[in-house]
């Protein structure tokens, strides 16, 4: 009685086999890069900002507010959970945060925000 490899011990004799038979020569990079010298001249790329805080909000229409605060004074609001983000600014880094028509007053707990068309209320994290 003859015993055969299991399908995953002949995979990996394959495997290894297809390896072994590549030349291993050194990657070795081009001298000739035509945007190097503009890439030694370029000025260093700003991380983008990370999210301070993401907060829920219940305002007192019983409607709801998701926010992520921004570390560059700015808040992505949507009022729904998967729904389009707008982007509203803090002038000078420091809240109302404003923009299209929107305004939300603090980062905080507690919140006013007003939206376009509606007037003003609070809401609570």
């Keep these: 009685m003859q015993k055969s490899l299991?399908?995953?011990a002949a995979a990996f004799?394959?495997?290894?086999?297809?390896?072994?038979?590549?030349?291993?020569q050194p990657i070795v990079p081009r001298e000739d890069d035509p945007q190097a010298s503009q890439l030694k001249m370029a000025k260093p790329v700003a991380p983008p900002p990370m999210i301070q805080a993401s907060r829920s909000y219940r305002c007192d229409d019983n409607s709801l507010l998701f926010a992520d605060f921004y570390t560059n004074s700015t808040v992505s609001i949507r009022t729904a959970q998967n729904g389009t983000a707008t982007i509203l600014t803090a002038k000078d880094g420091k809240p109302p945060y404003?923009?299209?028509?929107?305004?939300?007053?603090?980062s905080g707990p507690h919140i006013k925000f007003s939206?376009?068309?509606k007037a003003s209320q609070g809401c609570d994290a």
């Design 13 to 24: 004799l394959g495997t290894l086999l297809t390896v072994a038979a590549c030349h291993n």
């Design 6 to 8: 299991p399908p995953i």
């Design 98 to 106: 404003t923009g299209q028509g929107f305004s939300l007053s603090a």
């Design 115 to 117: 939206a376009p068309g």
